[in-house]
């Protein structure tokens, strides 16, 4: 079994080989480093933007493999009124055999208020990513993307955002974002 966990950017050379085995902790772990990371992102006060809780489903490409289907969730945390949020996220991605759980910290910008029906938002992120594959296999890297996406309200709390991402691991991230904001 082979174990490996990188913050290096980008992927061996294709054609490496890995042996059968598991990398990374256990999807629970994985959870529970997201939640404190969310928790962690801003401390628990008042704030002029309501924080979001978002699902996430889409496609994910890597240069070197077959597109994958991807999963998730995050947490939003906005920093003061100006429409900048720090969020962290766990991102789950498996074609066959090959399975990558990211931990990732989002930094966010919002072009409009909250009270926008339609929000435009530019989003960067960083993170590690815990790899699994039963076959050949390059080592895992981290991840480290930019994109941009538009919430669309679809009620007072709820809204639903495509999004739209490129950079190193995945390679090109395309998602619909499921949100919720607790308190509007």
């Known amino acids: 079994?082979?174990?490996?966990?990188?913050?290096?950017?980008?992927?061996?050379?294709?054609?490496?080989?890995?042996?059968?085995?598991?990398?990374?902790?256990?999807?629970?772990?994985?959870?529970?480093?997201?939640?404190?990371?969310?928790?962690?992102?801003?401390?628990?006060?008042?704030?002029?933007?309501?924080?979001?809780v978002h699902a996430r489903f889409?496609?994910?490409?890597?240069?070197?493999a077959a597109q994958?289907?991807?999963?998730?969730?995050?947490?939003?945390?906005y920093v003061g009124a100006s429409g900048?949020?720090?969020?962290?996220?766990?991102?789950?991605?498996?074609?066959?055999?090959?399975?990558?759980?990211?931990v990732i910290v989002n930094v966010v910008k919002d072009f409009r208020p909250p009270s926008q029906t339609v929000v435009p938002y530019m989003v960067m992120g960083a993170g590690l990513?815990?790899?699994?594959?039963?076959g050949p296999c390059p080592p895992s890297p981290g991840g480290l993307g930019w994109g941009v996406g538009l919430k669309r309200r679809i009620g007072r709390r709820l809204f639903v955002a495509p999004e739209f991402r490129i950079g190193m691991e995945p390679n090109v991230r395309f998602s619909v974002r499921l949100g919720f904001a607790p308190r509007r």
């Open 1 to 52: 079994m082979v174990n490996s966990i990188s913050l290096a950017a980008g992927r061996a050379r294709a054609g490496a080989t890995c042996a059968s085995g598991n990398a990374g902790p256990p999807r629970p772990i994985a959870g529970i480093v997201t939640l404190l990371l969310a928790l962690s992102a801003a401390p628990l006060g008042a704030q002029p933007r309501p924080a979001e």
């Open 68 to 77: 994958h289907v991807a999963a998730g969730a995050s947490y939003r945390h």
């Open 84 to 102: 900048w949020a720090l969020e962290p996220e766990y991102s789950f991605m498996t074609e066959g055999s090959h399975q990558d759980h990211m």
């Open 129 to 134: 990513n815990f790899h699994r594959n039963l």
């Open 58 to 64: 889409g496609t994910a490409t890597f240069f070197e």
